[in-house]
């Protein structure tokens, strides 16, 4: 199959000017410990997060908002994207050496045409004791209904989808493209129904959705789906974000406990990004990710990969290391893995840690629909 044919975005204006790269090291060690690359903070590199489209059919103004990303937006073209078997490849050389979690984001996954194949190429990996490994997407969840059957038949289990409020106004403000939170809901049903394990996430924002907090608890209590409760993050430069607009997660775990009696528990993996909270009356759990208040950067094992091959090592990064190059000039497996090996060698990111020391760069940040989350 052609990258064209798997590719469902309108036609694109080619992007004029190249994004600036990171050099990759040429040489230099590579740092290993209990089968994982390990960081100059003895990080290991366990989680892999792809981004394959930039393109999104929602534009929450926390991310895509309007007038930054109008009708006339230059989104990349489509020769640019990496194809499956590009993708596969550095997914493939990440696993042999450490990684056991791959998630699939963009902007929105499911707008990729064909996206399914791919799910069903990385369902396929193995760690090198055996294991399958942890395969999940994130999804705004408007194309699901349409999706869930196929991602289900390629080998994926989990899916986590966007949903910042049940309340329609609330949520139409957010997706701003008029896109139902009802008809989110019902396809978090019918993936359920299908067997796929759902979380939900929610970027709690300041003045527009602390209200929605408690309403999706409620909503999502004894379901067996997981809200996940996000800070909004000052991802990107797009969005204007403000210290002013986000609710600390212990906002939302008061809020959540004045309603129903919890109990922390504890984590079920080093590096997990949520503090996980469960009803004492056994109707489930909920999670808090405080990246602005409590930052998790000692932890942090994670490195992202672009729709367009850019391999960034942070979230908040602004210049990633440009992998499709060596991917198309004919690289061995050999090279490529020395490569990703001593990028991650050389990685002393740690933003939203200097963020609370106040020392955070000033920078222009890489944006959250390019990133992926
Ligand atoms: N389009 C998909 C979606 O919305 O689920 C996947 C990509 S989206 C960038 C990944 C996650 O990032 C979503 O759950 C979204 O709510 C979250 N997100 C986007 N911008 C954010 C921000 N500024 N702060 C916190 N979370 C954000
Ligand atoms: Fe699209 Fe997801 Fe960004 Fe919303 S958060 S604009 S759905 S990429
Ligand atoms: Fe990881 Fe960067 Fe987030 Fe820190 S700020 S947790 S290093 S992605």
Known sequence: MTEASRTSEPSRRVRIIARPALPIPQTGP????????????????TDLRISVTDHCNF?????????????????????????????LRVAKIAVRNGVEK??????????????EELVADLALLRTPDGRPIDLAMTTNGSLLMKKAEALKAAGLKRLTVSLDAIDEAIFQGFN?????????????????????RVKVNTVVKKGVNEGEVVRIAERFRGTGVVPRFIE???????????????????????????????EPVAPSTPGETASRWRYRDGAGEFGVISSVTENFCRSCSRVRLSMEGRLYLCLF???????????????????????????????????????ALGAAP???????????G
Not at 176 to 196: H, M, Q, T
Not at 362 to 372: D, L, P, Q, T
């Open 317 to 355: 990064a602004s210049i990633g290391y440009d992998i499709r190059t060596m991917l198309r000039g004919g690289c061995t497996d050999g090279e490529l893995e020395e490569a990703l090996g001593r990028i991650w060698t050389e990685r002393e990111d740690r933003y939203s840690e200097l963020r």
């Open 362 to 372: 000033e920078r222009s940040k890489v944006e959250m629909n390019y990133i992926g």
């Open 232 to 262: 909004y993050m000052d991802v990107g430069n797009a969005n204007d974000w403000r210290m002013a607009e986000v609710v600390p997660s212990r906002d939302v775990v008061a809020m959540i406990a004045a309603r129903w009696p919890l």
């Open 30 to 45: 590579v740092r290993r410990e209990a089968g994982a690359w390990r960081d100059r903070f003895g990080r290991p590199l």
């Open 59 to 87: 534009r929450c103004r926390y991310c895509m908002p309007k007038e930054k990303f109008a009708k006339n937006h230059q989104f990349l073209a489509m020769t640019e994207l990496l194809t499956f078997e590009e993708i």
């Open 102 to 115: 791959i998630r699939l984001t963009g902007g929105e996954p499911l707008v990729r045409r064909s996206i």
């Open 176 to 196: 701003d493209v008029g896109f139902p939170a009802a008809k989110v809901l019902e396809a978090i049903d019918f993936a359920r129904s299908l067997g796929l």
